[in-house]
Every structure is written in C-alpha cells, then in structure tokens.
C-alpha cells in the first residue's frame, strides 16, 4: 500500500493563517506531514509527500502526481490523506469554532471506509468531533478538487481551527503536535489492517 500526503497550501498562498500569524498552515502541514511521513516508514509502511515544495502547487498538478502514482501502482495499492487545518472566519479576527473533520467525495467509495478509520483516531485521541451522519459515516462531502480528481480512496483532514485561540495553543504544542500525527497514522494503518491487508 502507497500512502501519498498532501501538505495542503504553500507559503505564498494568501490568509491560511492564524490572526497573530503563530500558526501559517502551509508550515503547519508541512511539518505533520513529514511528521506522519517518519512514522509511517518506522513502523514499516511506506509514507510519500506528493508536494516537497514549499511554494503552492495547483490542484491540477497535484492530483496528476497523485494519479501517475494511480497508474503505475494500480488505484487499489494507493490512498492518499490531504492534510489541513480549518477556519471559520477571514482569518482577521478570532473565532469561536472548533473541532476535527474529515472531507470525502460525494458517493459511496473506499474514502469512506478510510475516512471512518481517521474519525475513530481522532476520537480516541479526545478531539471534538464535527460529523456528518445523514449518510451513515461521520465525514462530510463535497466536490473538494484534490478529492473530486484523484483516482484513489482520498481524504482531506481538517486539523482544528487556525482561527480559534485554544485550538491554535494544542495545535502549536508538542503534544497537539503528537496527537494529530498519532491520529493520522493510527487512522491510516487501521486502514491498511482491516481493509487491505484482511482481503
């Protein structure tokens, strides 16, 4: 199995930040990503960013690295995880929301199934959780680009608010630092153990 991670948005992307500017989401996701990317191969499955860059790499050139891998792998050997953090606001002021999410694709898919793996992590890490439960799974759906034009299971994690303080604070910390590192690879692997390495 292939576990591709998307770092979300560059340095140059405009906002995507917190109000005080501690937190920029490029940065942030950057670093979970390699984060997960490390633990991932210690513990013996392969983790691969598919942007090294720190610059923003369109959506289009993004999911046509994620499908090349598709394609040389072959879909059902490849996920791929988009890594985000979320914002209620302009990203000028402080808001009041908080919580964890994960984005599918609308339909009934593997991304499903993948993102339930993620929820059950984030939830047993004690994270408030923000579901969607209409369709019987907790994620939400929409027409997501990175998420819309991949050709694997994918899912795009939104990790907290960069706009709320408290979030921020756990976010910034060692320990939020570990539990949303913890949450992505423990979501993943349960993944992997029950959907792919059972069959």
């Given at each position: 199995?292939?576990?591709?991670?998307?770092?979300?948005?560059?340095?140059?992307?405009?906002?995507?930040?917190?109000?005080?500017?501690?937190?920029?989401?490029?940065?942030?996701?950057?670093?979970?990503?390699?984060?997960?990317?490390?633990?991932?191969?210690?513990?013996?499955?392969?983790?691969?960013?598919?942007?090294?860059?720190?610059?923003?790499?369109?959506?289009?050139?993004?999911?046509?690295?994620?499908?090349?891998?598709?394609?040389?792998?072959?879909?059902?050997?490849?996920?791929?995880?988009?890594?985000?953090?979320?914002?209620a606001g302009n990203g000028l002021q402080?808001?009041?929301?908080?919580?964890?999410?994960?984005?599918?694709?609308?339909?009934?898919?593997?991304?499903?199934?993948?993102?339930?793996?993620?929820?059950?992590?984030?939830?047993?890490?004690?994270f408030k959780m923000r579901k969607d439960?209409?369709?019987?799974?907790?994620?939400?759906?929409?027409?997501?680009?990175?998420?819309?034009?991949?050709?694997?299971?994918?899912?795009?994690?939104?990790?907290?608010?960069?706009?709320?303080?408290?979030?921020?604070?756990?976010?910034?910390?060692?320990?939020?630092?570990?539990?949303?590192?913890?949450?992505?690879?423990?979501?993943?692997?349960?993944?992997?153990?029950?959907?792919?390495?059972?069959?």
């Amino acid at each position: 199995m292939i576990v591709l991670i998307d770092n979300g948005h560059g340095k140059d992307t405009a906002g995507k930040r917190s109000p005080d500017g501690r937190l920029l989401e490029y940065a942030y996701a950057r670093e979970i990503a390699l984060r997960v990317e490390k633990a991932l191969c210690e513990m013996g499955y392969g983790g691969t960013r598919i942007v090294p860059e720190e610059n923003d790499i369109p959506l289009p050139e993004r999911c046509s690295r994620v499908n090349d891998i598709c394609n040389k792998s072959g879909t059902d050997n490849v996920i791929l995880i988009s890594i985000h953090c979320n914002a209620a606001g302009n990203g000028l002021q402080w808001m009041s929301a908080r919580g964890w999410e994960a984005w599918t694709s609308v339909g009934d898919t593997n991304a499903d199934m993948l993102a339930t793996c993620l929820y059950d992590a984030a939830e047993k890490a004690g994270f408030k959780m923000r579901k969607d439960m209409t369709d019987g799974d907790p994620d939400k759906e929409g027409h997501l680009y990175i998420l819309k034009h991949t050709l694997c299971p994918a899912v795009l994690t939104e990790n907290l608010f960069q706009d709320n303080r408290e979030d921020v604070e756990y976010l910034l910390s060692e320990e939020g630092k570990e539990q949303i590192t913890k949450l992505h690879v423990d979501g993943i692997i349960k993944y992997i153990r029950e959907y792919v390495e059972a069959d």
